[in-house]
């Protein structure tokens, strides 16, 4: 599928700058507050009339509300600030091959709402119907008929564009080929569009609400269909030339092993995977239908899903490994389309190198973690995203 620029600019120069200033201030506050116009001056840089410009618009749009006043030295005590989190909210989509899970999300975090709609198939034309099903659903869900929708993060499966691993087999949406994805979903859900891969949303939840907040360099594996790679650099998301960063699915760990429908033989996918959780048990006459099923099997204790795990352990730790000396990272987080049961054995039975930048004394976090945010991680991260450039000026908008 073609992804047309998440991250484009309209605008003349003086409307982009008023839109930067709106978000440096609105930044500041989410960070400082409850904080006065004269304090938001100081720390912006701004005039404070330019602030209180910005913040009689923001108060006006819903954004920020009072928060009483602040005696600070002699004179008429400050008025404070805040975000106003019911005031404006994000939408959050997933889309897999075989469910769609929608989200909303408001200014300050706190979900309002969550869905999942099962697909018969993931043609862009079923994909649509599903996305305008979950915005009815949301808004109608809304606490408060006003609320503002900022916009939605689509979350979908990479790779991104014509790639050598494009359509790699059942992890991919299939009939997408030349699909302009974010055009199709602006014009079906009616507000703008970022349309980001699952494993980027998903390590975006967890610093949000998850089990990253506070770190600033992490990776997170996202078992969706296939199995994707996060990454967060000293807080900025890390995406590639093309969008395509952290295909971890189709590195390969075992040469000259399982064929993958990419080509290669031996990737991580054909181990570590729902795919590769899905082809054990049919081998062994299991038909798996959901995350549900895999949970129960494994509370069954499953002989076919117990030797998947334990094959997955060797390939999976190889790939950690890898990870670790590459990106150096706090940590790496495991989650997605996987029963936290069974993430929790996968993660119980790595056996991870002794020899890696990783093993070091001091320590903070552990080397691997379980994700918090379950199975909705990637669409509240779609949604986040959202949030996130709401609030944070972009540096593209300075000049
Ligand atoms: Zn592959």
């Not at 469910?99 to 994909?127: K, Y």
């Amino acid at each position: 599928m073609k992804i047309t620029s998440p991250r484009r600019i309209v605008g003349s120069n003086a409307e982009r700058t008023r839109l930067h200033n709106r978000q440096v201030v609105l930044g500041h506050v989410s960070e400082q507050q409850p904080v006065g116009r004269a304090e938001l001056a100081r720390i912006s840089g701004l005039s404070t009339q330019a602030v209180s410009n910005i913040i009689a618009e923001l108060v006006e749009d819903g954004f920020l509300a009072e928060a009483g006043r602040q005696v600070a030295g002699r004179g008429l005590p400050a008025l404070q600030y805040r975000l106003n989190g019911h005031g404006a909210a994000a939408l959050g989509i997933e889309v897999r091959p075989d469910a769609m899970f929608g989200a909303l999300v408001d200014l300050e975090g706190e979900t309002l709402f969550t869905t999942r709609i099962a697909l018969t198939d993931s043609a862009p034309a079923s994909v649509a119907a599903a996305a305008r099903e979950i915005r009815a659903g949301a808004l109608v869900a809304r606490p408060m008929k006003n609320q503002r929708l900022l916009g939605a993060g689509v979350v979908m499966p990479g790779p991104f564009g014509n790639v050598g691993i494009s359509g790699a087999g059942q992890s991919a949406l299939q009939g997408w080929g030349e699909t302009d994805a974010t055009a199709l979903f602006e014009e079906a859900l009616e507000t703008a569009v970022i349309v980001e891969n699952d494993a980027t949303a998903a390590a975006v939840a967890e610093r949000v609400r998850g089990v990253a907040s506070g770190l600033r360099t992490y990776c997170f594996i996202y078992f969706g269909a296939g199995l994707g790679l996060g990454m967060v650099a000293d807080g900025e998301v890390q995406r590639g030339a093309f969008g395509n960063a952290g295909e971890i699915g189709h590195v390969v760990v075992t040469p000259g092993g399982r064929q993958c429908a990419c080509g290669n033989r031996g990737c991580l996918e054909t181990y570590a995977s729902r795919i590769a959780a899905r082809t054990e048990l049919a081998a062994a006459g299991i038909e798996l239908a959901s995350a549900s099923d895999i949970e129960r099997l494994y509370h069954e204790n499953n002989p076919a899903l117990m030797a998947w795990l334990d094959a997955a352990a060797a390939p999976l730790s190889q790939a950690i490994g890898m990870i670790e000396n590459l990106f150096d990272p706090e940590t790496v987080i495991l989650g997605g389309a996987m029963p936290n049961a069974v993430l929790d054995h996968l993660i119980g039975g790595l056996s991870l190198a002794g020899g890696s930048v990783a093993v070091r004394p001091g320590r903070k976090t552990p080397r691997v973690m379980r994700g918090a945010c379950g199975r909705l991680t990637a669409a509240l991260g779609g949604a986040a995203l959202v949030i996130h450039d709401t609030i944070t000026p972009r540096i593209a908008a300075k000049t």
